[in-house]
């Protein structure tokens, strides 16, 4: 027995299938909004602690912009250090707490100290080490509206 289907039920699917998604509001079809900070600017300077010559005090501040034009709620930043640092930072390296609304262009400065073992090391022992600072390790929470949601 030759049983031959009929091919118009599944053109008919098809078509349906089509006009179906033809006619379906488009979402609006925009890039992910991420909030961007960017550091502006910023300051160290590394010194001893009173006449401990063997403790050295790095200073910070950064200058940090919004450049989006959502606001975003700054949390905390944590300094991250290069590993000849890291490995004679005295004490736990912490985030340091923000808790700070940041606008949509709005800069904010940031700052700290961190305290280093240097014993056993000369200034240019100290010099050789580099640069103190590999970046920073920031902590927010922004809004980002879900495509197609606003009217």
Known sequence: MNHVTKPWPIIFTICLALLFTACAAPAQAQPLSQPALVIRSSTTALGAEGDQQQIGVLSYTFVL??????????????????????????????????????????????????????????????????????GWLIQSESFIPQPGSQP
Request: proline share 6%; no cysteine.
């Open 65 to 134: 912009e919004n450049t989006s034009q959502q606001d975003i709620l700054l949390l905390a930043f944590t300094p991250q250090l290069n590993p000849a640092y890291a490995a004679r930072l005295l004490g736990k390296l912490q985030a340091v707490p923000v808790g700070l609304g940041l606008s949509g262009g709005e800069t904010v400065e940031l700052g700290g100290q961190l305290r280093f073992d240097f014993s056993g090391l000369s200034k240019q022992d100290i010099e050789a080490l580099g640069h103190p600072l590999a």
